[in-house]
């Protein structure tokens, strides 16, 4: 008679173990997770490695993905030599920002939208990506010090400081 929880197999007492796991030294693992048994019984995966799907692989922090030969944890939000995915190196002069190969700026320029800009003077940048000075009515729109600048055309005034209508009054012919 076989012990508690062993069964007979092909004339010999065995460990009976569970669907999906396999009977290692008198164990019952899962080859598909065991780090020890990784695979198949015996099969030790090395330090910094986890089993995954029987395969010993790359243990890699929250945000990164093991890449290359050998397998090293990079984040491909911002490598270089994985830019977004393993193996797309960004090209001479780009650099990997947010998972894509953009221009490099110089000291007192941003990245915005794949172009290097002063956001302290670029009215379509002003202060920050994205943010655009004007249209003004009966005006030219510039940005000096990151602040949007509303010049009033000859001939027109703000007297309402409001930017929304721009320069709304016409000083050759409109009373004050």
Do not use: K, W
Not at 11 to 30: D, H, I, K, Y
Not at 69 to 74: F, S, V
């Amino acid at each position: 008679a076989c012990p508690s929880g062993q069964v007979c197999v092909m004339g010999a007492c065995a460990t009976s173990c569970p669907m999906g796991q396999t009977e290692c030294v008198g164990q019952c693992v899962n080859t598909q997770t065991d780090r020890n048994n990784c695979g198949a019984c015996g099969t030790t995966c090395a330090a910094g490695q986890i089993c995954n799907m029987g395969t010993c692989e790359l243990s890699c922090a929250a945000g990164q993905i093991a890449c290359g030969m050998p397998a090293a944890c990079t984040n491909t939000q911002s490598d270089r030599a994985n830019c977004g995915m393993c193996g797309n190196a960004c090209a001479a002069g780009l650099v990997c920002d947010m998972g894509m190969c953009v221009p490099s700026c110089r000291a007192g320029q941003t990245n915005c939208m794949g172009s290097c800009t002063s956001t302290e003077t670029d009215p379509n940048h002003c202060g920050m990506c994205g943010n655009i000075c004007g249209p003004y009515t009966n005006a030219i729109a510039s940005c000096a010090t990151s602040a949007c600048i509303m010049t009033c055309n000859a001939g027109f005034n703000d007297c309402n400081n409001n930017r929304m209508d721009g320069c709304e009054v016409q000083t050759a012919t409109d009373a004050m």
